[in-house]
Nanobody
Framework: QVQLVESGGGLVQAGGSLRLSCVVS????????AAWYRQAPGKQRELVAL???????NYGDSVKGRFTISRDDTKNTVFLQMNSLKPEDTAVYYC????????????????WGQGTQVTVSS
C-alpha cells in the first residue's frame, strides 16, 4: 500500500527557514509529478509548488523566489525548502504525488500526505 509521510513542519520566526520532506513508500515504479499544497484556516487549498519527472518546476506567485521544490528519485522523496518565511505562509502543507504503480505501468495514481503544520510568527 502506498503511503506518504511528511515531516519538517514547525514554528519559526518571520524571515526564517524550514525544509519539508515527503517520503513515498510502497509498490511504486516511480514518482511522476509531485507537488506541495497548503491550506490556511478559512481558505481553499492552494498550489505552492510543482515538480515534474523531468525536474521542471512551477511555483505559486506568492512563494516565487523564496521556496524551492526538489526531488530525490533514489529515495522516493520530495522536498520543499522554504526561505524568508512570512506570517502569511502559515498553513497546513500537504504533499501530493502522481505515481506509476508496479502492477500497471500505464496507470497514474494520486496520493496525498497527512499534512504538516507550518506556523510563522511575526
Amino acid at each position: 500500500q502506498v503511503q506518504l509521510v511528511e515531516s519538517g513542519g514547525g514554528l519559526v520566526q518571520a524571515g526564517g527557514s524550514l525544509r519539508l520532506s515527503c517520503v513515498v513508500s510502497g509498490r511504486i515504479f516511480k514518482i511522476e509529478n509531485a507537488a506541495w499544497y497548503r491550506q490556511a484556516p478559512g481558505k481553499q487549498r492552494e498550489l505552492v509548488a510543482l515538480i515534474t519527472s523531468y525536474a521542471t518546476t512551477n511555483y505559486g506567485d506568492s512563494v516565487k523566489g523564496r521556496f524551492t521544490i526538489s526531488r530525490d528519485d533514489t529515495k522516493n522523496t520530495v522536498f520543499l525548502q522554504m526561505n524568508s518565511l512570512k506570517p502569511e505562509d502559515t498553513a497546513v502543507y500537504y504533499c501530493n504525488v502522481d505515481v506509476t504503480p508496479v502492477a500497471d505501468y500505464r496507470r497514474r495514481d494520486t496520493y496525498w500526505g497527512q499534512g504538516t503544520q507550518v506556523t510563522v510568527s511575526s
